[in-house]
């Protein structure tokens, strides 16, 4: 049976996986310009365990282009923007860099703001459109699951489509097995619930100890109530 063919109450999963997510819910940091970094480096502070950074550059792009300069400019200026909390204008210097060079870095950062400014639905848009230049980020695909849930009409179904890729892009990422955990168990799949709650806290997240007990409590809960109910007489 589909996620949307199930009996279930969308503002109940969004409230449900709200309280299960992460702090940060989503993969806030933006990427910066530099070309010192690859897209692969880390430094710690990013996703609540790591901090990944991209070059605003392409393989086929030149320090000395002028378009490539701007676009550059705009990135690096527009996080300064959002470092000092000037949403509005971080939003409008990584359009102008998108606009200028429409790479999935400027537009993994366009989603940033649109999210912090509560615009889903064009968080929504451009990250899918990042994800249609670089699919294999599984922190886009991981931003884009929470916006799907966090949004006024959640869709747990998109959500755990994308969680499910940034999982094979990532497996052993401990934050996005417990947020994949969380739709999860919101969504009634408790026995998978709890194997990504498990490999969450096997990769390191401590917090999934309390919800692997929960979740087991309502296996255990479940089965004695079906045990229950077989062995009550027909009427």
């Known amino acids: 049976m589909s996620l949307c063919r199930r009996s279930v109450s969308w503002l109940n999963i969004q409230k449900l996986v709200l309280q299960s997510y992460r702090a940060s819910l989503l993969c806030t940091r933006p990427i910066a310009a530099s070309k010192r970094t690859s897209p692969e480096s880390r430094s710690s502070g990013f996703r609540g365990i790591s901090r990944r950074w991209a070059t605003s550059t392409t393989p086929h792009s030149t320090a000395t282009d002028p378009a490539e300069v701007e676009a550059s400019r705009c990135l690096e200026q527009g996080t300064l923007k959002l470092e000092e909390g000037d949403l509005e204008a971080a939003k409008n210097l ?35 459109e990042s994800i249609a230049l670089q699919p294999a980020s599984p922190d886009t695909h991981t931003n884009l699951a929470s916006a799907y849930i966090i949004s006024p009409v959640p869709r747990p179904d998109l959500a755990l489509h994308h969680l499910h890729i940034a999982s094979s892009l990532s497996p052993e990422d401990p934050e ?15 026995e998978a619930a709890l194997e990504q709650y498990q490999r969450s806290r096997d990769f390191g997240v401590e917090r999934a100890a309390m919800h692997i007990r929960n979740v087991s ?19």
């Open 217 to 235: 409590a309502k296996i255990l809960g479940q089965r004695l109530k079906a045990a229950e109910d077989s062995e009550k007489p027909e009427p």
């Open 94 to 128: 990584y359009k102008r860099s998108a606009d200028i060079k429409r790479n999935a870095s400027s537009l993994f950062n366009l989603g940033v703001t649109h999210y912090h400014l509560k615009e889903f639905d064009e968080a929504i848009a451009v990250w899918k």
């Open 176 to 190: 996005i097995a417990f947020n994949l955990a969380a739709v999860l168990e919101a969504t009634g799949q408790l």
